[in-house]
Every structure is written in structure tokens, then in C-alpha cells.
């Protein structure tokens, strides 16, 4: 266990769709990663928060977004689903000093029909 | 240009036997930091072993060592005396520490599939 916890597991959908994807980071940790890992494209970085802030984004589509709560939570929110957008969706977490090695969680994987 | 190149789609390997996962990177930031990361096929990734750019000596982490070839810009991971365990996704990634700060994101390779065989 990683510390970082990451639901639901797995998620079908239908094209068209809305689904909210939620992360729990490492206690200590303030700052959230999240990621998209499908076969064509690889690890793709979507979005970072730092302490309830957006830090850095990345390749997310208008179609998503995300946030991070007072208690360091984070959820990503996909609209508006394609085909496409089916792949394993992680979040990381990192405290923001040292190394800052980030730890992942065991990810979502979204399947959308 | 890619930031991480990883050449290697697959790799195979002996039990017992050490390989060499390679990578390159892609950068003009003097400060940065190498990382990479396993992925077993349960999907979970799993970090091995940190080089940071300005380190002396190569790192290494029980029978992981991180290859750091500053002037070529490469970072291979070895892995002395694999186990069948080892078997999974290998993936390189850099950050660019960005004024010093660590805080930045992760340039991910494609991977590398490491099968170890008995």
C-alpha cells in the first residue's frame, strides 16, 4: 500500500458521460499529480496542485478538470466522454521537498463504451 | 523532442544475471533529477531509485544502480542478479527543477518491458 488512495478501480462508462475520479494523497503530502497512461500516448501529465492551488497543467482536455480541497483531497472530473479517454487515470502524491519523489497510487481505470 | 527516451521496448534477461535498461534525456536546465520508476503488470508504480543532476556518485538502491552519464545525457538503470519478480514496465522520467524548486512535474518515457526467464 502506497499510501495514496485512489477510487474507484475500475469504472465503465457509456460515450457521452460525466465521471469524477477522487484521490487521497500520502498524509504529509501537499502536492498532487495526476496522470493519464493509455497505450498511444504513454504517461501523459494532466494537472498538479500544490496545497489547494494549481500548480502546473498539461496536456488535459477542456473537457476535464480537477481540484484539490482544503484537506488536500483531489478529484478529476472527465465530461463528456470519449472512446479515447479509456485508460488508467493515476494520481500521485509528493511532500514538495528533497527529491520529492512522487508516489502513486494504484489507479483508476476507466473504460468507456 | 522528447525529454525521455527509452530505446528499449523489451528487454530479456536470465535469472541471476544483471541488464541494463536504457535511457536518455533531453535537457537544457543545468538542475534537474532522474527517477524511474516499475510497473508490474498489477499496474501500481513503484519507485526505484533517484539520481539528482548535481550528485557526484551514481546512486543506487540494494540491487538497482542508476548508470548516470552526465555528458551523454543518459541514465541506464542496472539491475544485478535479476529475479523472475523483476519482470514488468520500466519507465524513466526527469524533472527540471525550475529555479531549484522540486516541485515540478514528471516527463515520463515509454518504458521498457523487462521479461526475466528462468
Known amino acids: 500500500d502506497s499510501g495514496v488512495t485512489q477510487t474507484p478501480k475500475h469504472l465503465i462508462t457509456a460515450t457521452g458521460q460525466r465521471v469524477t475520479l477522487r484521490c487521497s494523497p500520502r498524509?504529509?503530502?501537499?502536492?498532487v499529480y495526476w496522470y493519464q497512461q493509455s497505450l498511444d500516448q504513454g504517461l501523459q501529465f494532466l494537472i498538479q496542485?500544490?496545497?489547494?492551488?494549481?500548480?502546473a497543467k498539461g496536456n488535459i482536455l477542456e473537457r476535464f478538470s480537477a481540484q484539490q480541497f482544503p484537506d488536500l483531497h483531489s478529484e478529476l472530473n472527465l465530461s463528456s466522454l470519449e472512446l479515447g479517454d479509456s485508460a488508467l487515470y493515476f494520481c500521485?502524491?509528493?511532500?514538495?521537498?528533497?527529491?520529492?519523489?512522487?508516489?502513486f497510487g494504484a489507479g483508476s481505470r476507466l473504460t468507456v463504451l | 523532442a522528447q525529454k525521455i527516451t527509452q530505446t528499449q521496448p523489451g528487454m530479456f534477461v536470465q535469472e541471476k544475471e544483471a541488464v541494463t535498461l536504457d535511457c536518455t534525456y533531453d535537457?537544457?536546465?543545468?538542475?534537474?533529477?532522474l527517477f524511474w520508476y516499475k510497473q508490474p503488470s498489477s499496474g501500481e508504480m513503484i519507485f526505484l531509485i533517484y539520481?539528482?543532476?548535481?550528485?557526484?556518485q551514481n546512486a543506487t538502491e540494494g540491487r538497482y544502480s542508476l548508470n548516470f552519464q552526465k555528458a551523454r545525457k543518459s541514465a541506464n538503470l542496472v539491475i544485478s542478479a535479476s529475479q523472475l519478480g523483476d519482470s514488468a514496465m520500466y519507465f524513466c522520467?526527469?524533472?527540471?527543477?525550475?529555479?531549484?524548486?522540486?516541485?515540478?512535474?514528471?516527463?515520463f518515457g515509454r518504458g521498457t518491458q523487462l521479461t526475466v526467464w528462468p
Open positions: 522520467a526527469m524533472r527540471e527543477l525550475d529555479r531549484g524548486s522540486t516541485l515540478g512535474r514528471l516527463y
Open positions: 498524509s504529509g503530502d501537499l502536492s
Open positions: 535537457t537544457s536546465d543545468p538542475s534537474y533529477g
Open positions: 539520481q539528482g543532476s548535481y550528485d557526484q
Open positions: 500521485a502524491s509528493s511532500e514538495g521537498s528533497g527529491a520529492n519523489v512522487l508516489t
Open positions: 496542485y500544490y496545497n489547494g492551488e494549481e500548480r
